[in-house]
């Protein structure tokens, strides 16, 4: 489990660094931008990511994704964002 921060008018990312590993990463790495973040995304769970977000930004709430994504290992792994 770990914890992340998007400020949308940097495009810079700040996360804990439990997120690499979940993510496919070493401990402590932090994508540069929101762009190299998606790239970690699935292609079949971007719309899903992205409108969840979407409806979050235009409510102010929060939001809840399951989703999957194929780690290097071709192993398919579950991760959850909200």
């Known amino acids: 489990m770990g914890t992340w921060f ?3 008018l940097t495009n810079v990312l700040e996360w804990s660094p ?4 979940i993510h496919g990463q070493p401990y ?3 994508p540069k931008d929101f762009n190299e973040f998606m790239a970690l995304i699935h292609a079949d769970d ?5 409108g969840a977000m979407d409806d ?3 409510s102010g709430g ?3 994704v399951d989703g999957g994504k194929l780690a290097d290992d071709a192993a398919l792994i579950l991760v959850r964002g909200g």
């Open 56 to 58: 979050a930004i235009a």
């Open 6 to 8: 998007w400020d949308m």
């Open 46 to 50: 971007r719309d899903v990511l992205m």
């Open 28 to 30: 402590g790495w932090v």
């Open 62 to 64: 929060g939001f809840d």
């Open 18 to 21: 439990e997120l690499g590993p």
